[in-house]
């Protein structure tokens, strides 16, 4: 069975760093492309960070320079990890596996990130 489970997020104080982690199971890891998205109050989901199918890294405008995306292939996980937070990247952290050229695409469960000013 196919899961992809999160950790990490919480509370932090703007300036501050938080990683994310996105474990998965039940899928061929190597076939999966991963990304990051984020839902703010009120706000449409959108992605932050991702590998397009290509295998290269993309962000978001408002996170360029500050956060990261990387995975680790032996341990089937995927990070997020982010640092010089502002009050705006405050939202519920969703982490995405998607195989290529298909409908599939498989969700965690999310992770509030909270920035306070």
């Known amino acids: 069975q196919a899961q992809v489970v999160q950790s990490g997020g919480g509370l932090v104080q703007a300036g501050g760093s938080l990683n994310l982690s996105c474990a998965a199971s039940?899928?061929?890891?190597?076939?999966?492309?991963f990304g990051w998205y984020r839902q703010s109050p009120g706000k449409q989901r959108i992605l932050v960070a991702g590998?397009?199918?290509?295998?290269?890294?993309n962000y978001a405008g408002s996170v360029m320079g500050r956060f990261t995306i990387s995975k680790d292939d032996a341990k089937n996980t995927v990070y997020l990890h982010m640092r010089s937070l502002k009050p705006e990247d405050t939202g519920v952290y969703y982490c995405?596996?998607?195989?290529?050229?298909?409908?599939?695409?498989?969700w965690g469960q999310g992770t509030q990130v909270t920035v306070s000013a």
């Open positions: 590998y397009n199918d290509g295998g290269a890294t």
């Open positions: 995405n596996a998607r195989l290529p050229y298909t409908r599939v695409v498989y």
């Open positions: 039940g899928i061929t890891f190597s076939d999966h492309r």
